[in-house]
């Protein structure tokens, strides 16, 4: 079994810190090969997650923001993590109510970047301890519908 690489990096709190972020992973995952479109879903889901961190983690205090980028053969999964003020992530979400195109502007606050993190990556998990860790996985072109036939022939 090989290993994946793993980069880690830690950032400030700090909103002018998030675009350091998306030039690493721009420069990540067009080395694994993703599309021009698909770098731009991950630095779109990734700037939300550290986002969510920065204002609703730690609102305004000094703290950390936690990345890390996993990158696999067939996969690259991206990892957000803070040690803020934890939100309870389920309740947030159900909190929202069901997703109409005509209703995106009656999202709450922080609502939207947890859409568009979950509709732009193929697979989202969430851990809530002292604060939130976001696992966010996105797969190459075409290897999440390979992966999924395998699962159902199985």
Same mark, same amino acid.
């Given at each position: 079994?090989? !290993?994946?690489?793993?980069? #880690?990096?830690?950032? &400030?709190?700090? &909103? +002018?810190?998030?675009?350091?972020?998306?030039? %690493?992973?721009?420069?990540?995952?067009?080395?694994?090969?993703?599309?021009?479109? %698909?770098?731009?879903?991950?630095?779109?889901? %990734?700037?939300?997650?550290? %986002?969510?961190?920065?204002?609703?983690? !730690?609102?305004? #205090?000094?703290? #950390? =923001?936690?990345?890390?980028?996993?990158?696999?053969?067939?996969? *690259?999964?991206?990892? =957000?993590?803070?040690?803020?003020?934890?939100?309870?992530?389920? +309740?947030?979400?159900?909190?929202?109510? &069901? !997703?109409?195109?005509?209703?995106? +502007?009656? /999202?709450?606050?922080?609502? /939207?970047?947890?859409? *568009?993190?979950?509709?732009?990556?193929? +697979? =989202?998990?969430?851990?809530?301890?002292?604060?939130?860790?976001?696992?966010?996985?996105? !797969?190459?072109?075409?290897?999440?519908? #390979?992966?999924?036939?395998?699962?159902?022939?199985?």
């Amino acid at each position: 079994m090989k !290993y994946a690489d793993y980069i #880690e990096m830690k950032i &400030p709190a700090r &909103p +002018e810190f998030v675009g350091i972020t998306r030039l %690493t992973l721009s420069g990540i995952a067009s080395r694994m090969g993703f599309t021009y479109d %698909t770098i731009e879903d991950l630095k779109i889901a %990734t700037s939300e997650a550290i %986002t969510n961190a920065v204002q609703h983690a !730690y609102k305004g #205090e000094d703290g #950390e =923001v936690l990345i890390g980028f996993s990158l696999h053969e067939d996969h *690259l999964e991206v990892v =957000v993590s803070d040690n803020g003020n934890s939100f309870n992530f389920h +309740e947030t979400k159900e909190a929202l109510g &069901p !997703y109409k195109e005509n209703s995106i +502007e009656f /999202l709450r606050e922080g609502g /939207l970047g947890l859409y *568009l993190i979950e509709t732009l990556m193929d +697979e =989202v998990k969430v851990h809530q301890n002292e604060g939130i860790t976001l696992f966010m996985t996105k !797969y190459l072109e075409g290897e999440q519908v #390979e992966r999924d036939a395998e699962t159902v022939s199985t």
